[in-house]
Nanobody, 122 residues
Framework: QVQLVESGGGLVQAGGSLRLQCAAS????????MGWYRQAPGKQRELVAT???????NYADSVKGRFTISRDNAKNTLYLQMNSLKPEDTAVYFC????????????????WGQGTQVTVSS
């Protein structure tokens, strides 16, 4: 079993910054794609940013130039640096990862964290 635990959320004023962290633990052989998603009240969950284990990155247009995704493969940890935050960034932010859990089986399982609340006041 694998656990993803997010931290770093909170309340910040518009224009401020936050850094989210997602630590993966458990039966991990390797982690492939990782990503951050968010869900605002009454809205569907949406992609924020993704990063492959090779470092290829994709951002939602709404966060390009303001957010930076990164990962530390040695620590099985994912980060999201969020700058110039706007009230519309308010949401629960979720970590997602494709994890290989068996050494002799190349299949991966997709996991979600429990989420961390980010609130941006105007």
């Amino acid at each position: 079993q694998v656990q993803l635990v997010e931290s770093g959320g909170g309340l910040v004023q518009a224009g401020g910054s936050l850094r989210l962290q997602c630590a993966a633990s458990g039966s991990i052989v390797s982690i492939y794609n990782m990503g951050w998603y968010r869900q605002a009240p009454g809205k569907q969950r949406e992609l924020v940013a993704t990063i492959t284990n090779g470092g290829s990155i994709n951002y939602a247009d709404s966060v390009k130039g303001r957010f930076t995704i990164s990962r530390d493969n040695a620590k099985n940890t994912l980060y999201l640096q969020m700058n110039s935050l706007k009230p519309e960034d308010t949401a629960v932010y979720f970590c997602n990862a494709d994890v290989r859990t068996r050494r002799y089986d190349s299949r991966t399982t997709n996991y979600w964290g429990q989420g961390t609340q980010v609130t941006v006041s105007s």
